[in-house]
């Protein structure tokens, strides 16, 4: 595709599940970024990585919380026993310089 | 860390010129970007400036005193679809390559006629 895509674009769960959020960059960028947004609010940064190597997991809020990308192309956010104070949209961005990120259209979790 | 500040809410008018302020306190800084987001959008890039000046793209500006920490966002002849959150953006220092952009909380601006 020509954008970052990510899947669901919606997702509801309860609260203890599992939950995993892809993201699908643009061809030939290396670098791809998480991030969360609730509402009316910034950007809250997660994690980035470089290739399939992640340099830092500094902003991931919690141990529940872990990414991994393959192939240097499709990431995988993945939140274990979901809380409520998850519910918020997961961004993802890919990157193919210094200055510029790309960024799909989100999930919107919400963990009932 | 990082922190940068940015008005809330701004509201203009259709047509006018309106600025959008950004301070930012870092401990280091390689570029400001600023970035648009509609309502239920996805956030795009609108501009970077690593060097003091004005960088202009249509009827955005961006302008960046590096020696100020600060930079603005200005919009000029304002249209309705300007209606958005705007964001300015922080290259965090460390690491290398694509390092992540820290991220000011927005400005909502309301474009009315």
């Known amino acids: 595709g020509a954008g970052v895509s990510q899947s669901p674009s919606n997702k509801v769960t309860e609260k203890g599940k599992d939950v995993e959020l892809r993201c699908d960059p643009i061809s030939g960028h290396t670098a791809l970024y998480w991030y969360r947004q609730s509402l009316g609010q910034g950007l809250e940064f997660l994690i980035y990585?470089?290739?399939?190597?992640?340099?830092?997991k500094s902003g991931l809020p919690s141990d529940r919380f872990s990414a991994e990308r393959t192939g240097g192309s499709v990431s995988t956010l993945t939140i274990q026993r979901t809380q409520q104070e998850d519910s918020a949209v997961y961004l993802c961005?890919?990157?193919?310089?210094?200055?510029?990120?790309?960024f799909g259209p989100g999930t919107r979790l919400t963990v009932l | 860390g990082q922190s940068l500040e940015q008005p809330s809410e701004v509201t203009a008018v259709e047509g006018a010129i309106v600025q959008i302020n950004c301070t930012y306190q870092?401990?280091?800084?390689?570029?400001l970007s600023w970035y648009q987001q509609h309502d239920g959008g996805a956030p795009t890039f609108l501009s970077y400036?690593?060097l003091d000046g004005l960088e202009e793209t249509g009827r955005f500006s961006s302008f960046l005193s590096r020696s100020d920490s600060y930079g603005y966002l200005l919009l000029q002849e304002l249209q309705m679809k300007d209606s958005a959150s705007y964001f300015c953006a922080v290259r965090d220092p460390w690491g290398s390559g694509n390092t992540p952009l820290v991220f000011g909380k927005g400005t909502r601006l309301s474009v009315i006629a």
């Open positions: 400036n690593a």
């Open positions: 961005a890919s990157s193919p310089s210094l200055n510029e990120q790309f």
């Open positions: 870092t401990s280091g800084f390689y570029g």
């Open positions: 990585f470089q290739g399939n190597s992640a340099p830092d």
